[in-house]
């Protein structure tokens, strides 16, 4: 709830400023993110991104004459929740919505086109690697490309046998195919593939077995309250002081995960985070200035550069379509942000040239915001560790041209 009321607040700030007109009717961004649950964290993932994608777009001059505005519902990261969640978004009418994640997407990702509601989805679940929904578009990579990048940074530090340890839910099961793939395809060898159940008291048996044979690297995925089981029973077995590798979940700066992995964290934890660190006309640079007017730091949160870029493709898309109805500007969102076109990085810069009758194509703070046929977009990964305090260390890129070479490799 706190972080709600600070949202508002922020957004309420950016409702007098720019030139917009104050007295047109204000555009909803809604958002679905677990506010409560094992995957709160989550929520001020989205709703940090969110604040800052409309203070840049209404300290710009708004939408044709709109300010923007947030509308937020909770998903608990349940697929139960997500459809009567989605349901109590609608009454706020929104125009765009920003979410859910990766857990609870699949249960309402067929209500966007028959609601007339343009969505951003949060995460890189697999299972949309194809997708086929005309109203639903992706500005995060999809964990297939970062597990590619795990595998990648494992062997470049000459890890080349790994037990896996990922929790039963789909989003985690999904990187365990093109992990296994990209790994052994880079000469790597999977000794043991543990699959945990949350919740459970103790992991202490699913560790014995994913260390019987002394691997070089874990690979993981898991809630929070699952990893705090597990690393605290890892700390008892003596099993911190071998590198583990995980999902962008792990990253959070001074984050629940690298609290709970203990004391070797800054040495030994590792997590992939789909990022570009420079982009077109300084676009990464201009996010982290928004990020510090909103709020108060440049310590970013994961993905918030993906709410802030699919807010602003959203908003180029209305302004090329001269419409803020969703059936008109959806049309547009592939025209501002793909190739041929004049690349821009900043919300004025590509409102300009869009009004001088330019073609455009936004390059944003999370990089490559070219969407595929099945709206997908592909970009690097940073690999993010951590100091003795908890904070970020980036410890390697890896390269899109990487990824595309162990693809290569797999056949």
């Known amino acids: 709830m706190l972080v709600l009321a600070m949202v508002t607040s922020v957004a309420g ?44 777009v209404n300290h710009n001059g708004g939408v044709l004459g709109h300010q923007l505005k947030s509308s937020y519902v909770d998903d608990a990261a349940d697929s139960v929740d997500a459809l009567p969640a989605f349901r109590k978004l609608e009454l706020s009418h929104p125009t765009v919505i920003i979410g859910p994640f990766s857990p609870t997407i699949e249960a309402v990702i067929g209500q966007f086109k028959p609601n007339d509601v343009v969505d951003f989805m949060v995460g890189g679940l697999t299972t949309l690697d194809n997708m086929k929904f005309p109203y639903v578009f992706r500005t995060s990579s999809s964990d297939s490309n970062e597990s590619i990048a ?85 700390q008892q077995l003596g099993y911190m002081t071998t590198p583990w590798i995980g999902d962008d979940l792990q990253s959070a700066p001074q984050g629940t995960y690298a609290k709970s992995f203990g004391p070797t964290a800054s040495t030994d934890l590792t997590a992939a985070l789909p990022a570009t660190p420079t982009t077109a006309d300084g676009a990464y640079n201009h996010f982290l200035a928004d990020y510090q007017s909103v709020w108060r730091t440049t310590t970013i949160l994961p993905t918030t550069f993906n709410e802030y870029d699919s807010i602003v493709i959203a908003s180029l898309a209305m302004t090329m379509a001269k419409s803020t109805d969703p059936k008109k500007w959806v049309g547009d969102v592939m025209k501002v942000s793909d190739p041929p076109g004049t690349v821009c990085g900043t919300y004025a810069t590509c409102v300009r040239l869009i009004k001088a009758g330019k073609k455009i194509n936004y ?27 908890l904070n970020n260390v980036t410890k390697a890129y890896i390269t899109p041209a990487q990824l595309a070479a162990v693809v290569a490799k797999e056949g």
């Open 363 to 389: 390059n944003g703070a999370s990089g490559n915001d070219d969407f595929n046929k099945f709206h997908n977009v592909f970009s690097g990964f940073q690999m993010q560790g951590f100091d003795s305090s």
């Open 13 to 56: 700030v950016g409702l007098t400023a720019g030139s917009a007109n104050a007295s047109s009717k204000p555009l909803v961004i809604g958002g679905i993110f677990p506010f409560t649950g094992t995957k709160s964290l989550l929520s001020s993932w989205g709703t940090h991104g969110v604040a800052v994608g409309i203070y840049e």
């Open 150 to 234: 795990m595998a990648q940074y494992a062997i470049s530090k000459g890890w080349k046998t790994a037990s896996l340890i990922f929790d039963n839910s789909a989003n985690s099961q999904g990187f365990i195919a093109p992990l296994e793939a990209a790994f052994k395809a880079l000469g790597g060898t999977i000794q043991q593939n543990i699959t945990l159940t949350p919740g459970q008291a103790s992991y202490s048996s699913e560790l014995t077995s994913a260390f019987a044979n002394k691997p070089q690297v874990i690979f993981d995925s898991m809630d929070s309250q699952t990893a705090a089981t597990l690393f605290t029973d890892g």
